[in-house]
């Protein structure tokens, strides 16, 4: 596949104004979030879960793409539609998570590296015949007492790398995803120089691995204080530290950044994205990629009338895509 027909891709997935819908869940994630809200986790149900999200009427004017786990792109809508093909024909780019997940680290207590590796090939294979043009790996850093190691944050660029050359081999556009968690007690220092230190080492290992970054994503997450550090920050705080960061380490050359929300409020998450692109202009298009921010009020309502409250949910759903499409540009308006 040519590196011009990957390109084109990533660029359609940052065009002005749009972002992505992560609606990736494994089926573990996906239980706890239905948990939460007292759905049964069936296939079915997650079947019709993503078929109303991904029906959303007009989500194209604001959503360029969506990404599925593996058991979603082998579904179909109701009427008997494959999801890939109905969001192919609908202006809506189809793309899927390939890693694993994580397991810990021999060696290194309380630190994760992803899985996913073996067979990777011809996974990805199956995925471009199933219509995907694009692909996710999370990595997940933890912040604590000693940690994160080097070693830890090697060992999971060495893992994207490998898999976002193998995309490209492939056809499909690796979106590289090191989330660094929003859990524990640091401040927003250390959330800076934990980024930047695996920004760095992800951006060397892409480069070691002759990965081309003109048809590479970031799916990066915010320079924020830890949930349980009892700081906070403003808005323009966690924008501007965020940008910094991503100045220091990533190529300029990058088509794009998307964010993934990570447990931060619906409301944070657009106005922080809102925030850095009203500070710009900056060297990449900055857009979402946002799982709980794009869903969690429609999981809400659907879960209160899952066969009535469709056409409500959905209305949600076009709301949080407006909001952060205009967050895209830097021009929301709170309450807007
Ligand atoms: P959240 O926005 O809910 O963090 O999910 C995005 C995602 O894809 C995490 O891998």
């Given at each position: 596949m040519s590196i011009e027909h990957l390109a084109e891709t990533a660029l359609a997935m940052v065009a002005a104004g749009k972002g992505i819908i992560a609606i990736d869940e494994s089926n573990a994630t996906i239980a706890k979030r239905f948990d939460g809200v007292g759905i049964p986790n069936t296939e079915e149900n997650r079947r019709a879960y993503r078929e109303l999200l991904l029906t959303?009427?007009?989500?194209?004017e604001y959503v360029s793409g969506a990404i599925l786990f593996d058991e979603t792109i082998r579904q179909s809508t109701k009427?008997?539609?494959p999801f890939a093909k109905y969001m192919a024909d609908n202006g809506i780019i189809p793309g899927i998570k390939v890693d694993k997940g994580t397991v810990p680290l021999a060696g290194f207590p309380g630190e994760l590296v992803t899985e996913g590796l073996d067979g990777l090939r011809a996974r990805l294979e199956e995925y471009y015949t199933l219509g995907a043009r694009f692909a996710k790996w999370r990595a997940v850093i933890n912040i604590g007492?000693?940690?994160?190691?080097g070693s830890c944050i090697e060992a999971n660029s060495h893992a994207l790398a490998r898999y976002a050359a193998l995309c490209q081999e492939a056809g499909l556009v690796p979106m590289v995803e090191p989330e660094v968690l929003?859990?524990?007690?640091?401040?927003i220092e250390t959330c800076y120089e934990v980024t930047e230190v695996t920004l760095r080492s992800l951006f060397d290992a892409l480069y070691q691995q002759n990965v081309a970054l003109e048809g590479t994503i970031l799916k990066a997450s915010m320079v924020l204080p830890g949930k349980d550090s009892g700081e906070g920050a403003s808005v323009d705080e966690v924008a501007e530290s965020t940008l910094m960061c991503l100045k220091s380490a990533v190529?300029?050359?990058?088509p794009g950044i998307v964010f993934l929300s990570?447990?931060?409020?619906d409301e944070d998450a657009t106005a922080h994205l809102d925030a850095m692109n009203r500070m710009g202009p900056n060297p990449w298009p900055l857009t979402f990629s946002y799982g709980r921010a794009m869903q969690s009020a429609a999981l809400k309502l659907w879960s209160q009338?899952?066969?009535?409250n469709v056409a409500k949910a959905q209305d949600t759903v076009y709301a949080r895509a407006r909001d952060n499409g205009m967050a895209a540009q830097g021009q929301w308006t709170r309450g807007g």
């Open positions: 959303t009427p007009k989500l194209n009427a008997g539609v007492e000693d940690i994160p190691s929003i859990d524990g007690r640091h401040d190529p300029a050359i990058l990570g447990g931060q409020s009338d899952l066969a009535g």
